[in-house]
């Protein structure tokens, strides 16, 4: 009965989890055969043979016959007097080949075995999803929200396996209730102990990217080449597009009539304003493009340094920046460049970095950080509005702006 019983059970397990019967009856032998090393200390002289679709299992146990009172190797070897009692005319030398019931390694081993056996079952199963997930690395994937923690969300797909959807890779906007189907893609697949962690990520480049791809069909087809992506998630997002077809306006194509498909995309990431920019090789072309909507009135490259100084009219400026510096942060990260920003009629403007003696270099990279490198680009903006974009307190604005307004009365 404990054959047919761990069978059965083993069954369900094939069932539920559509594992081969190959793999399933390797699975069980190696079970039963750890099982019977602990038991007898070696499995080398025993036979098992499966039959999982009728519920059958044997295990023998091949054992030379010696003399009485000769036996060395109890799992190898058998007294001629045990031998005769299984058949009256066996003889010094031959072979014995008996079987093995379960309920002869003892209750407790059958627990263990059986549990082992769940225990192999899952480990198989963990290596599959693994697989499976790792080989979808990179692609969208949707599942549904299960359980929502103040660290992640916890996603289950159609076929139960878990999916870890972080804080940090949620779009700030973001708001999900239980039950409802959310869209990322699988960022990384890691197997933690026997388990498979699945990160999904909506704030990863990769995502809009591969949104491209499902919503415009000349990104599908190829015809149209993402060449490269950089986002502020929720906020702001700049994509460089290129085409091999001179028939095709690759910026036109993505965006769609008005703006038509695009939309949806928008949409699914929380409003993000994207903007698609025509790749070129010409830099100075690119750079220009990058910092869209500001126009450029001229571009000096240092190629070595890897910096863009870009000459703007004052209305322009604004515009470069962007909010909180956006524009400029991502035009700089699109092109590789780092972009700095000077207004037409400046040239006695000073460098913020001069006045490193008076101001302390993290309010500098503050001011920088929104595109705010030189003097007169601190003293044309507004203290309210600079309190806004920065993580600056009042009181250290309006001192750094008597040092700066000492400097040119001077």
């Known amino acids: 009965m404990e054959n047919i019983a761990l069978i059965d059970s083993f069954s369900e397990f094939k069932d539920e989890k559509l594992i081969d019967r190959v793999t399933l009856m390797a699975i069980l032998e190696d079970v039963l055969r750890n ?8 499995d080398d002289n025993f036979d098992i043979i499966i039959n999982p679709d009728k519920g059958d299992l044997e295990i023998w146990r091949n054992r030379i016959v010696v003399a009485d009172g000769e036996v ?12 005769q009692k299984i058949e009256p005319d066996f003889e010094v030398g031959e072979d014995v080949a008996e079987e093995v019931k379960l309920v002869d390694l003892g209750r407790r081993s059958i627990l263990a075995l059986r549990q082992n056996l769940i225990s192999k079952i899952h480990e198989h199963d963990n290596t599959n999803i693994y697989k499976q997930f790792k080989d979808l690395e990179g692609e969208i994937y949707s599942a549904e ?20 959807l972080p804080k940090d890779k949620q779009i700030p906007s973001d708001f999900f209730r239980k039950g409802e189907n959310v869209r990322g893609i699988i960022e990384s697949v890691e197997l933690k102990g026997n388990k498979p962690a699945i990160i999904m990520s909506r704030t990863a480049p990769a995502f809009l990217e591969k949104l491209f791809e499902q919503e415009i069909p000349e ?4 015809l149209i ?7 502020i998630p929720g906020e702001k997002a700049k994509v460089a597009v290129d085409s091999y077809d001179d028939r095709i306006d690759p910026v036109g194509a993505c965006v769609g009539m008005k703006g038509s498909r695009i939309h949806g995309i928008v949409r699914e990431l929380g409003n993000e ?15 220009t493009r990058a910092l869209s909507p500001a126009r450029v009135t001229s571009i000096k490259i240092d190629e070595e340094t890897k910096r863009a100084e870009v000459l703007l009219k004052p209305e322009e400026v604004s515009k470069a920046i962007g909010r909180g510096g956006h524009n400029i942060r991502l035009a700089g990260r699109l092109t590789g460049y780092e972009i700095d920003v000077f207004r037409e009629g400046a040239e006695e403007d000073v460098e913020l970095s001069e006045f490193s003696d ?44 008597r040092i700066l307004k000492e400097e040119f009365e001077d």
């Open 219 to 222: 990104v599908f087809d190829g």
């Open 72 to 83: 060395e190797e109890p799992n190898q070897e058998i007294a001629l007097s045990e031998a």
């Open 273 to 287: 304003n994207i903007d698609v920019i025509n790749y070129t090789n010409n830099l100075q072309l690119f750079i």
């Open 145 to 164: 929200v299960h359980h929502i923690r103040h660290r992640a969300i916890i996603l289950l797909d159609d076929e139960g396996n878990e999916i870890i």
């Open 35 to 42: 099982a019977l090393k602990k038991k007898y200390g070696d």
């Open 225 to 231: 080449t993402i060449k490269n992506v950089v986002r």
């Open 358 to 401: 008076e101001i302390e270099g993290w309010i500098i990279e503050e001011f920088s950080k929104v595109g705010l490198d030189t003097a007169k680009s601190v003293l044309e903006q507004d203290v309210e509005d600079l309190v806004k974009r920065t993580d600056l307190e009042e009181e250290t604005i309006l001192d750094v702006i």
